[in-house]
């Protein structure tokens, strides 16, 4: 868990997914590109059988966070669709 975000992230950081399906910090929306962190490959798959298609929208557009409270909140309700690294290792032997 993270405690706080540096101004940088509190001004400008959007949570989205990038075009390998990681769940990634960027700064700014997603499609400038601009990558801060990335935590977790996605399960794209299950995302899009459970998740409402607005949802999947907001995760491509870019989720804004501006506070703690909200980034542990993107964090933690994508953690659920986090790949683990068996199947990644798995997948990229196929």
Known sequence: MV???SPL????AFI???EHGNLTLFKGPPA???VLKTFFQMDMGSMKSSLPDDILEQLHEG???QDVEEYNSVL???SDYA???SEQVMQSEE
């Open 3 to 5: 405690n706080d975000l």
């Open 9 to 12: 992230i509190k001004k400008d």
């Open 16 to 18: 989205g997914v990038d």
């Open 32 to 34: 400038q590109e601009k």
């Open 63 to 65: 989720i804004r966070v």
């Open 76 to 78: 933690s309700t994508f």
């Open 83 to 85: 790949r683990d690294s």
